[in-house]
């Protein structure tokens, strides 16, 4: 699977994303505002920028210097702010590139000398494997595992490894079939009251069709016209 799909980038035929109307309808339909979301869960609207600018004109910088273009950063003000709610202990998530939402999720985690279990393809034709996690500084990496592969592979291993886990955030293969493997893997390894993120949700109906399959009605955020839907497990 891993070769499949190194080589399909390799060659830039990877698969377009299948965008559809009506995910987008449906996303729109039902957004409301990151505070609205999170004051729903009971939980603090936080930017970790405003507490840990250092950390962050740090982070931007090592942005700049990078010498390749990876994918953009999530709605951080969710993701460290529902760490923070959850008082979360462990999280897994799929997606790093530069390492924005590693490091959103770190900076809480850190506080309980809590763990992050991430899984990223590296961009193969870049050669990006020495810049994933980038902004990531070197003090919040001892307790962060990366697994260089594809989901199909790396969240397996990052479920064996993290065992229980308080929060995951989907920020990867984004086609229908890899929403709905990835959902399923990480939906199964969450704790009860545990969360399942996932960013861009209107690019296709895929979370809407696992919120379905699994018969519960999801929080959806719009954030800067991009759209992240939440789901608690029961
Ligand atoms: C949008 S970026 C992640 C951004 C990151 N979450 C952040 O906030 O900075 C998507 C990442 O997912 C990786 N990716 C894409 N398809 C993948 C797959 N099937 N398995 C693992 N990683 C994949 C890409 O190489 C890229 O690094």
Request: neutral net charge.
């Amino acid at each position: 699977m891993e070769i499949v799909e190194r080589v399909s980038r390799l060659f830039g035929k990877q698969k377009p994303l299948e965008t559809t109307r009506a995910a987008l309808d449906w996303c729109a339909r039902i957004a409301i505002s990151t505070e609205d979301a999170l004051a729903k869960l009971n939980v603090d609207a936080v930017n970790p920028a405003d507490i840990y600018p250092d950390v962050f004109n740090d982070a931007k910088r090592a942005e700049e210097h990078c010498p390749i273009k990876m994918g953009g950063a999530g709605n951080l003000t969710l993701l460290y702010s529902l760490t923070e709610g959850l008082e979360a202990a462990r999280g897994i998530e799929t997606g790093v590139a530069y390492g924005w939402s590693s490091l959103a999720t770190l900076l809480s985690l850190q506080k309980r000398q809590g763990q992050l279990f991430s899984v990223d393809l590296p961009y193969f034709k870049l050669r990006s494997d020495n810049w994933v996690g980038c902004v990531v500084p070197s003090d919040l990496r001892g307790n962060w595992q990366i697994y260089r592969c594809a989901d199909r592979e790396g969240l397996p291993r990052a479920t064996r490894a993290a065992g229980s886990i308080d929060f995951a955030h989907y920020d990867s293969d984004k086609s229908v079939p890899g929403r709905l493997w990835g959902y399923d893997h990480l939906w199964k390894a969450l704790r009860s009251g545990g969360l399942l993120i996932s960013d861009d949700i209107s690019d296709n109906d895929g979370f809407q069709r696992f919120c379905e399959q699994i018969g519960i009605a999801p929080i959806v955020v719009v954030d800067q016209g991009k759209y992240q839907g939440i789901l608690r497990k029961p």
